[in-house]
Every structure is written in structure tokens, then in C-alpha cells.
């Protein structure tokens, strides 16, 4: 195969391969899309027990703050969440912002235990290189930026995650959702949090690479855990109305718009001191002119990213950016972007699929209920 | 018994008395895998071949399926709109797609044998 650029791999490559994964490039990396199971098999599997996920090729890395300056004041400068009031042990959803209040990737942030004003922070694979020199440029004088491109990131999501990981590594049990903590492994230290891109209870995994295969075959030696490929971890992510970066956000998208409002921290809006900060206030002032919604097609037709959206005259008032077959939906699901006006829950619309105009119905997201283990305050 | 052949988008034709019986390859149903929806051909239509007539789709992707011979669609396997995983289960069988009628017997001589196919198949392997 010619490739204009070297494929990267992931610690997990040879083992995705003795797994019989069908691989793809994506993001620059040549990543199992699905195994022998089958992306169907594999979708169903992570919601009713557990599945296990490479996710590698994601950026990770830790900011530390010079002497004097408080990196989470810091990376506020280039997020519109609340870093600083973020406690030791505690995860944030946040996105880095451009000067016009566009998403230019979508990111966590975790404050480590013990941080010692440090952050570490989970990008996109996509958006790595250039966030990290966006990083660099805006802030890169007053932080140290660790790319820690030697350890492998694991995702273990589904319902016996929990019981199949304290099996291995006891003390996981009780972290709760969007909690993180260290862990020591045969010597070595993981970062293990509580969270996930399925909607379903589980964890990210911080590995150093060379331990990552064996951890990997030994989490699957458990008869809960299967291997699941990028397929599956779209159509999970999709019913649980989370966004792809690149597919329903992207530069020209505000938070406002693409309705993750509860990502713009309070304390945040009120000193309005976020990039893009006049016109993301003054969306939520007025209201944006899109908004991000889920769309349920009515009939079996799967609606996919860029099929038309028409309202019942038939004028076009939007795009679907995320669409496909749900299997635990059993059934079409989508998400998509519509003049606002067009998105209040109930709202009946058409997609255009094939020349055809199929209904359609605006409905609240997630398609399948969050099942995050939260503790009672 | 009529005959079976192949088109190089991996679909069988079974032809007998001049009525053509299209569907999709076991090879096509495997690289495709789960199949969740199957869109088909209005009763009656006359297509052309090469026409994108039908749409089957997995959960990650859409995919034409094209009209291997000219002619009139005179029966569409409804059974798959219920149940697209017949398409898996039964591929050359009971996961049937269309039939058509054949405007032109002739055309059934571009198309490949078995044995072609195969080799054709595990060229795309």
C-alpha cells in the first residue's frame, strides 16, 4: 500500500491484528474498525457487559505551571470551563475555543490527585498536533507541556466494567463519574478516571505502552470483556448524543449551538473572559440562529452526516452531522444542527435521503439513558 | 435450473425463462457485515443496467446496490424490509433483493461465472 504519509500504530497494533480486526486509517493511525464480532455484536455487548477500546491514538498530556503561575488560571485563557474551581481528583468536558467562540477541539481535563499545579488533559487524535501548538503559542511561555506519547489509553465501558477492572486493579470501584485517580500496576502508575464516550458506566486507562498489551489481554481474559473497534464506538457514542469532533462540532460551531451549555463555566460567563466570549454571551442572550438537536427518523432509512433537513414546505433548514443505525435504538438515529426555530423537542421535519423527503421528528438526546455511576451527594 | 452469475459489484444473477433473480454475494455480505436496512426498486420500474436501484446498509455504511441486467423489476423480496439480516444469514437464498425481467438476454454474457468471480472476490480480499 502507498501511503502519502507513514501510518502511526498504537501500542495494541499486533494485538488488534492477532484479534483478526479489520483495520482502517483514521486519524493517521491504522485502528481496528471492528473485530470477528462485528460492530453490531460488539455495539450490544458494551451496553449489556463490558468492551474494551484502544484509544491511543487520543492526545494525552500534562501542563505544569511555572513557578508563580496557576496553570488552571492558565489554560482558562484558551477554555471556556471553569479549570480553576476543578477539585484534586476531578474531570471536566471543556472544548479550546478560537477568537470567535468556535470549537476548534473538544477535550477533558482532569486535576490529578496530588497535581502540584499540573493538569492532564485527553484531546482528540485529529486535533493533537494542533493543539498542542496552540498550546504552545498562547500559553507555552508560562507552563511546561508533557506529551506523554509513550503511554497506551484504554477505555473499559459497560455495566461488569467495574467488576472486571477492581478484579485487577482493587480500588476502582470507588471512584464516581468524572473522578480520577492513580493507581499502581506491577510497579507502574496508571491514571485511571471514571468516564467514558459510550453513555455506559466504565473507565479510561493511562497505561505506559509497553504494559499496555499484556493489561489489554488480561482485561479480555475476562469472559465479560470483548474487543470493540471504532464502528462500535460511534454508534455508542451517537446514542448517547455525544458529538464528534469534526462531524458535529467544528470551527464555525459555538457551544451555544451545539447545545453544551453546561460546559461554559458560571463563574466564567460572569467574568467573560473565555476566547469568543462577546458573541458565545450574547447567543445565550438572544438565542443562537442553529442548535444542535437529535433527530429520530420515522421510518427504518438510517439519515447519514450531510442528508438534508427540510421543513414541511420542503425548504431546507439544516444538516444531520451524526446519523446512522442505533442497534440497542433498534432503529435509525441522527443528530443534526436546524434553525432554531425548528428545534424545540416534538418538532416534526423531513430528511431528504435519496432524492426522497423522509419523516422525521425532533426528540431529546441521549437515545438510550446515561447509566453513569454517580455517588448521592 | 437456469444459470448463476456474477457482476464485478458483487451481486449473483439466477436466470431461468428469461426472468433474472438478483442479490448480493456471500463475499459482499461479509465485508458489508450486519446488514440493518435494505431500500428496493418500485414494482414495475423498468431499470437500466448500471442503474443504482436499490440500497442496503450496514450500521456503518450505505451501499448501492446496481441493476446487473436491463429490464422490468417484477418482484422485490419484501421480506428483507422486516427482517434486513436475512441478507446475512441467507445471502444467495432467501436474501433475494429484486427480479427482473430481461430486456436482453445478451447481457447476461458480460457477466462473470463462477469461477471468475471467485477470483475476482479474493483479488479484493
Not at chain 1, 511561555?141 to 489509553?153: G, Q, S, V, Y
Not at chain 2, 443496467?49 to 422490468?72: F, L, N, Q, T, W
Request: aromatic share 6%; charged share 25%.
Amino acid at each position: 500500500m502507498v501511503q502519502d504519509q507513514e501510518i502511526k500504530t498504537t501500542p495494541l497494533h499486533a494485538l488488534h491484528l492477532e484479534l483478526g480486526a479489520k483495520m482502517v486509517p483514521f486519524a493517521g493511525y491504522d485502528m481496528p474498525v471492528q473485530y470477528p464480532l462485528g460492530v453490531l455484536k460488539e455495539h450490544l455487548h458494551v451496553r449489556q457487559s463490558a468492551g474494551l477500546f484502544d484509544v491511543s491514538h487520543m492526545g494525552q498530556t500534562i501542563l505544569r505551571g511555572h513557578e508563580g503561575v496557576d496553570i488552571a488560571a492558565l489554560l482558562e485563557q484558551l477554555v471556556p470551563g471553569s479549570i480553576q474551581t476543578l477539585v484534586e481528583g476531578g474531570l471536566r468536558y471543556t472544548m479550546f475555543l478560537n477568537d470567535n467562540g468556535g470549537i476548534l477541539d473538544d477535550l477533558m481535563v482532569t486535576r490529578p490527585e496530588n497535581a502540584e499545579n499540573s493538569l492532564y488533559l485527553v484531546v482528540n487524535a485529529g486535533c493533537k498536533e494542533a493543539d498542542f501548538a496552540l498550546i504552545q503559542k498562547k500559553i507555552g511561555n508560562k507552563c511546561h507541556m508533557e506529551i506523554l506519547d509513550d503511554r497506551a489509553l484504554l477505555a473499559l465501558q459497560g455495566p461488569k466494567a467495574v467488576d472486571v477492572l477492581e478484579g485487577i486493579i482493587p480500588g476502582v470501584a470507588s471512584l464516581s463519574f468524572m473522578r480520577a485517580r492513580n493507581f499502581t500496576y506491577e510497579g507502574q502508575e496508571l491514571y485511571i478516571s471514571r468516564s467514558g464516550y459510550t453513555g455506559e458506566d466504565g473507565f479510561e486507562i493511562s497505561i505506559p505502552g509497553y504494559k499496555a498489551p499484556a493489561f489489554a489481554k488480561r482485561l479480555l481474559g475476562s469472559s465479560a470483556v470483548e474487543a470493540i473497534g471504532l464502528g462500535a464506538r460511534d454508534s455508542l457514542r451517537l446514542e448517547a448524543g455525544l458529538c464528534l469532533y469534526g462531524s458535529d462540532l467544528i470551527p464555525e460551531t459555538t457551544p451555544v449551538e451545539a447545545d453544551l451549555l453546561f460546559a461554559l463555566g458560571k463563574v466564567r460567563r460572569e467574568r467573560k473572559d473565555f476566547p469568543g466570549a462577546e458573541r458565545i454571551l450574547a447567543q445565550i442572550e438572544n438565542g443562537p440562529d442553529i442548535k444542535r438537536v437529535g433527530i429520530k427518523p420515522l421510518g427504518r432509512a438510517p439519515a447519514r452526516s450531510h442528508t438534508g433537513i427540510v421543513d414541511l414546505e420542503g425548504n431546507l433548514i439544516g444538516e444531520i452531522t451524526s446519523g446512522g443505525f442505533g442497534p440497542s435504538a433498534n432503529g435509525p438515529v441522527a443528530m443534526g444542527y436546524v434553525k432554531s426555530k425548528f428545534s424545540e423537542i416534538g418538532t416534526a421535519l423531513g430528511l431528504v435521503i435519496r432524492g426522497k423527503v423522509m419523516e422525521a421528528e425532533v426528540v431529546a438526546l441521549p437515545f438510550v439513558p446515561h447509566r453513569y455511576f454517580r455517588k448521592p451527594k | 435450473m437456469g444459470m448463476i452469475k456474477f457482476s464485478e459489484d458483487h451481486e449473483w444473477i439466477h436466470s431461468e425463462d428469461g426472468i433474472a433473480t438478483v442479490g448480493i454475494t456471500d463475499f459482499a455480505q461479509k465485508a458489508l457485515g450486519d446488514v440493518v436496512f435494505v431500500e428496493l426498486p418500485e414494482l414495475g420500474a423498468n431499470v437500466a443496467k448500471g442503474d443504482d436501484i436499490a440500497v442496503v446498509e450496514s450500521v456503518k455504511a450505505a451501499s448501492e446496490v446496481y441493476a446487473p441486467v436491463s429490464g422490468e423489476i417484477v418482484a422485490v423480496n419484501s421480506a428483507l424490509e422486516d427482517d434486513p439480516a436475512l441478507v446475512n444469514r441467507s445471502p444467495q437464498d432467501d436474501g433475494w433483493f429484486f427480479k427482473i425481467k430481461l430486456a436482453d438476454e445478451g447481457e447476461l454474457e458480460d457477466l462473470l461465472d463462477e469461477d471468475a468471480y471467485d477470483a475476482f472476490a479474493k483479488d479484493q480480499a
